[in-house]
């Protein structure tokens, strides 16, 4: 390859530069989230904690059914020439909870699921009593709205 046909490189990090990028990086202003009062500040302690745990819980619960489903089925060959959809217990929770509470892989994966769906909706209706608390009513208006969304498009329209 000839000079005029060479690609450009890109430059290369030395280990000292890169040093003072990281030592400019740490000194920089960290962000200090804004709360008008202490009842704010543990609304938004309890509302992240919760969230970390319902996903931890979630991710938990997903992987244990999967363990329990691939050593009970994992050394099946599965038959892909014909569509089989979910068993009818998995298309309700009370049956996805009695499978669960069974031992059945695949329930205790739409366990985890439905977990994992539940979180954002506890987060709202968590807010909602928070902001009520602590007496702000337009976020309580809010919340509720979002709230109402939230229940309704899990509840659809009866009939």
């Not at 000079?3 to 740490?26: A, C, G, H, N």
């Not at 599965?78 to 049956?95: A, C, I, M, N």
């Not at 059945?104 to 439905?114: A, C, D, V, Y």
């Amino acid at each position: 390859m000839t000079e005029s046909t060479r690609p450009p490189q890109e430059p290369k990090l030395s280990v000292i530069s890169f040093l003072m990028l990281r030592k400019r990086w740490e000194k920089r202003p960290k962000p200090q989230p804004v709360f008008e009062s202490e009842a704010e500040r543990k609304l938004a302690v309890i509302i992240s904690t919760m969230l970390r745990s319902g996903i931890l819980f979630s991710a938990s619960l997903v992987l244990l059914g999967g363990i329990l489903y691939l050593s009970r089925y994992g050394a099946f060959t599965p038959y892909y020439q014909v569509f089989t959809g979910e068993p009818t217990p998995l298309r309700s929770w009370r049956g996805t909870l009695s499978w669960a509470l069974t031992f059945h892989g695949r329930g205790i994966i739409q366990l985890g699921l439905l977990v994992l769906l539940a979180t954002p909706v506890t987060r709202v209706a968590t807010a909602l009593v928070g902001f009520y608390l602590v007496g702000d009513r337009m976020y309580v208006v809010v919340a509720s709205i979002v709230l109402a969304t939230l229940i309704f498009s899990f509840v659809g329209i009866p009939g």
